[in-house]
């Protein structure tokens, strides 16, 4: 069992920046890479971010590439999402989630991501 916590949402000008926190616990979360998942309602969840704790391997989709920032403190076992020039159209629930090895490979790719554990989400707000 992984237990997740975002902090970190909250609202911001277009142009600005934000920085969400993912923290876990949980004796397997050393076994996942970690993503970042946005939700719209309406819309098809998107993988906005994954990062290989391991490897320090990232992806990104191309909506977000150059603006976001993927990093991990694996001593706090904590991961964090750097998010700057914020657009309205990233208004959205972020979560992070505790993701599969080979799934966390796709999360530039444009397929609906996958994950195995996730928190409870944080809101963004870009205004116009």
């Known amino acids: 069992e992984v237990h997740i916590v975002e902090t970190g949402g909250g609202l911001v000008p277009a142009g600005g920046s934000l920085r969400l926190s993912c923290t876990a616990s949980?004796?397997?979360?050393?076994?996942?890479?970690v993503g970042w998942i946005r939700q719209v309602p309406g819309k098809d969840d998107e993988g906005v971010s994954c990062?290989?704790?391991?490897?320090?391997?990232?992806y990104y989709p191309g909506s977000v590439k150059g603006r976001f920032t993927v990093s991990t403190d694996n001593a706090k076992n904590t991961v964090y999402l750097q998010m700057n020039s914020l657009k309205p159209e990233d208004t959205a629930v972020y979560y992070c989630?505790?993701?599969?090895?080979?799934?966390?490979?796709?999360?530039?790719?444009?397929?609906?991501?996958?994950?195995?554990?996730r928190g409870q989400g944080t809101r963004v707000t870009v205004a116009a």
């Open positions: 989630a505790a993701v599969g090895t080979y799934y966390c490979t796709l999360y530039g790719s444009g397929v609906k991501p996958s994950w195995s554990y």
């Open positions: 949980g004796s397997t979360f050393g076994d996942y890479s």
């Open positions: 990062i290989n704790r391991h490897t320090d391997q990232t």
